[in-house]
C-alpha cells in the first residue's frame, strides 16, 4: 500500500511529500529501486537522520519497517544476520539476553541496521565506526538488482555504501560482528570539569582505560567555565562487578519509555533562560569527584530515549543538530565554537564533545581521527550566519560536518569536507547510472554530482 | 532544496521587473547563491535587475517572456520554464497593475485591464505553477497581495476589488495545498513606494520595497500564511473592516 506522507528528518525541518511504499520481500524491493517513478527512490528506516537525508519531494521512499526479522545468530563467529528494519532496540533486546552485543552503538536504539551502515555511524566507542563491523550485506542497486556485497570482493562498493546516506542502493540485509559481554550493565565513571580545556585533557589521559567515553558539555557557560562539562565513562561489566542483587538479572534487557513529548509544544519554550537553568541542575547532579556506579544500557548510551518524540520539545519549527570534527591539533576550533555559541546566547542543550581514533573507511564517511563536537539548536534564520561561520573553520581545519545531521551545509563546501567525494561519485555512479537513487539532501547538496539542480 | 534554516536554492519571479520581487530575490540570493528566473513582459527590461542578481551573489539569473494577460500561453509557459530549469524552492508572483481608477470607471477595457492582469492572470498562470508544486512536492508560492483588497475603498477599487479576489483564490488555495509540502503565503503591505505608486500621495504607514523584502523573507522562514507590512497594518484593517459603511466612507482614506 502506497501513499502519500509528508517526511521530515528527526530535526522536523523542510518537510516534502512523497510516496512512501512498505515492501516485505525482495522482489518488491527489485522492481521499486530499479524502476521507481520520475523523481526517483531512497530508502528510509527510522527517520532518526536530523536533516533531509531520508526524504524524497515528490518521489518514492521506501519504508524498511516491514523488514524487521532477526534471521540468524552465529555463536561459533559472534555474529548476527538481521534484515535492514531492524532496530538496535530489537537487536539489543534479542542478543543481550544471549551476551552479546553490537561492537558499535550510537546515543540512541531507535535507528535501523540499514540506516546505521548507510550512515555509518558511530557512538562512544572511538575505535571504529558501525560498517566496520560489518561482514557482509545484501543490497538491492539499480545497475545490479540484488545481490551480496563484501569488503573483500568489492571494496569500493561496499565503502561507497558505507556513509553513502543510501544514495548507492537499498541495504535490506546485513551480518554484523558481535562482541561477547558477561552482562548487560556498564561500570561508569562520572567527573565535572572545570572547562573545555580541562576536559580534553582528561580525556586524553585516561580515555585508554575505557571502552566507551563522551563528555557533556554546557554551552551556555561562558568566561572561566567556558565548556564546563560532565565526563562520563565506562566498560561493560563482567559478572563479578554486579551487585549481588543484580547477579541473577545479569543479562536482562527490559528498556521502558518513560514519558512522551505532547504534539502540542510551542516554538520558544527551549529559550536561554529554560535552557541555562536545565544545564545548570545537570551539571550540578553531576559529582565534583570521579564517582563510580554500574548503570544499564539505556541510561548510559540512550538517555534521551526515555522521552518518545523528544524532539517535539523544539515546536513546529524543529530543530537542527550541528556536528563537525576537527583533526587532533586543532583543539581551538572546538572552543571557537563554544565561545561563539556562548556568545550568541543559542539556546542549546547539552553539546556532545567525543574523540576518535580511526578514520571511516567509508569514501564519504565521517569519523576521522579528531574531536568532534555536536550539538542541538532551535531552528532560526539567524543561526544561518553563524553555522556558516564554523563551518569554514572546521574546513580549514581539514575537518567536516556529518551528513546525517546535517540539514543546511552550503554545497559548495562538501568537496573540501570530504576529499574521496569524487571516488564515491564514481562508484555510485556505476551503481545507479540513471540517477534513479535520490533524496532531498542529494538535491540540496548535489551529492551524487549529477547536477540534476534539483529536479 | 530549501535548507532546515529557510535558505533558497532556486527562485522563479512572475513579474521580474517588480521592486518589491527584486528587494526579496536580493536578499535570497545573498548566502547560498540561488538560480533564478526573471519572467516579465519584457524580458529586456530585466537587464539591470540581472547585473544586480548576480552581484548580489545569484549563482544563475535568466529572463524569459511571459504575458500576464496571454492566458492561453501560461501552461506552456510554466512547462518550458520548470523543464529547462527544474525545481523552484519559492514561486513569487509579484505582477500587477494599479491602473488608472477614473479611466476604469468609464472605459471597459481600462477596467478589464487591471482586472484580468491582477485577477485572471494570475488564476490563469496559478493552476498550471500549482501543477508543478505539487509533482515536485516541496517549495513555496508567494503572492504579493494588497491591503487595498481588505476593504476596498472608493478611490481605487477596481484595483482594489481584483486583489480582494486573488487574495481570496489563494487563502482556498492555502487551504488545498496544507499537507502537500508546499507552503503558500500571501503577502499584505500597505502602500509601498515603488514605480508603480510613484507620483502617487503616500497613505499612513507607508514602507519601501525592503521592507517589505525583508518582511517576505522573514515570513518564509517562519512558514507564515499571512504576511502584513508593516505588522500594525493587521490592526488597523481589522478595525477598518468592521466600521459601520456610513463613517468609513467619511474617511479622509477612502
Redesign the interface.
Known amino acids: 500500500m502506497a501513499a502519500p506522507e509528508l517526511l521530515s528528518g528527526w530535526g522536523r525541518t523542510s518537510p516534502t511529500l512523497a510516496t512512501v511504499h512498505r515492501p516485505d520481500d525482495l522482489e518488491q524491493i527489485v522492481s521499486q529501486v530499479t524502476a521507481p517513478s520520475p523523481r526517483g527512490v531512497i530508502a528510509r528506516g527510522l527517520g532518526r537522520s536530523y536533516g533531509d537525508a531520508a526524504q524524497n519531494a515528490g518521489g518514492d521512499v521506501l519504508s524498511c519497517s516491514k523488514l524487521d526479522r532477526v534471521l540468524a545468530i552465529d555463536v561459533e563467529k559472534g555474529t548476527v544476520t538481521v534484515e535492514s528494519g531492524v532496530s538496535l532496540d530489537t537487536l539489543l533486546r534479542v542478543l543481550l539476553p544471549l551476551g552479546w552485543f553490537p561492537m558499535v552503538i550510537p546515543g540512541t536504539s531507535y535507528v535501523t541496521v540499514g540506516g546505521a551502515i548507510a550512515s555509518d555511524i558511530h557512538g562512544k566507542f572511538r575505535h571504529g565506526s558501525f560498517a566496520d563491523y560489518v561482514d557482509r550485506m545484501r543490497i538491492v542497486t539499480p545497475a545490479r538488482g540484488a545481490y551480496m556485497l563484501e569488503p573483500e570482493a568489492d571494496a569500493n562498493g561496499f565503502w561507497a555504501t558505507s556513509g553513502g546516506m543510501g544514495l548507492t542502493g537499498v541495504v535490506t540485509e546485513a551480518t554484523l560482528k558481535l562482541q561477547s559481554v558477561e552482562t548487560s550493565r556498564i561500570v561508569c565513571d562520572t567527573e565535572r570539569t572545570n572547562d573545555v580545556d580541562d576536559c580534553m585533557e582528561r580525556m586524553l589521559e585516561r580515555d585508554h582505560e575505557y571502552r566507551y567515553s563522551v563528555a557533556w558539555i554546557d554551552c551556555l557557560a561562558s568566561g572561566g567555565h567556558l565548556g564546563r562539562a560532565v565526563l562520563t565513562r565506562g566498560n561493560h561489566a563482567t559478572f563479578d562487578e554486579l551487585p549481588v542483587s543484580d547477579r541473577s538479572t545479569a543479562r536482562e534487557y527490559v528498556p521502558r519509555t518513560l514519558l512522551a513529548a505532547p504534539p502540542w509544544i510551542p516554538n520558544g519554550l527551549l529559550n536561554p533562560v529554560t535552557v541555562r537553568a536545565f544545564n545548570e541542575l545537570w551539571f550540578r547532579r553531576a559529582p565534583r569527584t570521579t564517582h563510580r556506579v554500574v548503570e544499564g544500557i539505556k541510561p548510559f548510551f540512550f538517555p534521551l530515549d526515555s522521552v518518545r518524540d523528544w524532539n517535539r520539545i523544539y515546536g513546529p519549527r524543529g530543530f537542527v543538530q550541528y556536528q563537525f570534527v576537527v583533526p587532533f591539533g586543532s583543539e581551538q576550533v572546538v572552543r571557537t565554537a563554544l565561545e561563539r555559541f556562548s556568545a550568541a546566547r543559542v539556546p542549546t542543550f547539552l553539546a556532545v564533545l567525543k574523540r576518535f581514533e580511526h578514520d571511516s573507511r567509508s569514501l564519504i564517511g565521517f569519523p576521522m581521527s579528531g574531536w568532534t563536537l555536536a550539538l542541538d539548536i532551535p531552528a532560526s534564520p539567524r543561526l544561518a550566519p553563524l553555522l556558516d561561520g564554523l563551518d569554514e573553520l572546521v574546513v580549514e581545519a581539514g575537518g567536516r560536518v556529518y551528513l546525517t545531521k546535517d540539514s543546511r551545509l552550503r554545497p559548495e563546501l562538501l568537496a573540501a569536507m570530504y576529499p574521496r567525494l569524487d571516488e564515491w561519485r564514481s562508484t555510485r555512479a556505476a551503481l545507479d547510472p540513471d540517477n534513479l537513487l535520490r533524496s532531498d539532501m542529494d538535491r540540496r547538496l548535489d551529492l551524487s554530482g549529477a547536477g540534476r539542480r534539483g529536479s | 532544496?530549501?535548507?532546515?534554516?529557510?535558505?533558497m536554492?532556486?527562485v522563479l519571479v512572475l513579474g521580474g521587473t517588480s521592486d518589491i520581487a527584486l528587494a526579496t530575490v536580493r536578499r535570497i540570493v545573498a548566502?547560498?547563491g540561488a538560480?533564478v528566473v526573471l519572467a516579465a513582459r519584457k524580458p529586456e527590461a530585466c537587464e539591470a535587475a540581472e547585473a544586480e542578481l548576480r552581484a548580489a551573489g545569484a549563482s544563475e539569473v535568466h529572463s524569459v517572456a511571459f504575458d500576464a494577460t496571454d492566458f492561453a500561453s501560461h501552461e506552456g509557459f510554466v512547462r518550458a520554464t520548470f523543464d529547462r530549469?527544474?525545481?523552484f524552492?519559492l514561486v513569487l508572483v509579484a505582477f500587477g497593475v494599479l491602473g488608472d481608477q477614473d479611466r476604469a470607471e468609464r472605459d471597459p477595457a481600462a477596467a478589464l485591464e487591471i482586472v484580468q492582469t491582477n485577477f485572471t492572470g494570475t488564476v490563469s498562470v496559478t493552476v498550471p505553477v500549482v501543477t508543478r508544486l505539487?509533482?515536485?512536492?516541496?517549495g513555496a508560492l508567494v503572492l504579493l497581495s494588497s491591503v487595498a483588497g481588505e476593504r476596498v475603498r472608493r478611490s481605487n477599487f477596481v484595483y482594489g476589488s481584483s486583489k480582494a479576489g486573488i487574495d481570496g483564490y489563494y487563502q482556498g488555495l492555502a487551504a488545498s495545498l496544507a499537507?502537500?509540502?508546499v507552503h503558500v503565503m500571501i503577502v499584505r503591505p500597505g502602500f509601498v513606494h515603488t514605480k508603480m505608486t510613484d507620483g502617487l500621495k503616500a497613505a499612513p504607514l507607508s514602507v519601501t520595497p525592503d521592507e517589505v523584502a525583508d518582511a517576505v523573507?522573514?515570513g518564509l522562514?517562519?512558514?507564515r500564511g499571512i504576511v502584513w507590512v508593516p505588522p500594525a497594518m493587521r490592526y488597523v484593517m481589522a478595525v477598518l473592516r468592521h466600521l459601520p459603511v456610513a463613517v468609513f466612507r467619511r474617511l479622509p482614506i477612502s
Open positions: 532544496m530549501r535548507d532546515a534554516l529557510g535558505e536554492q532556486s548566502r547560498r538560480r530549469c527544474g525545481d524552492d505539487r509533482a515536485q512536492g516541496h499537507s502537500s509540502g523573507v522573514r522562514a517562519l512558514g
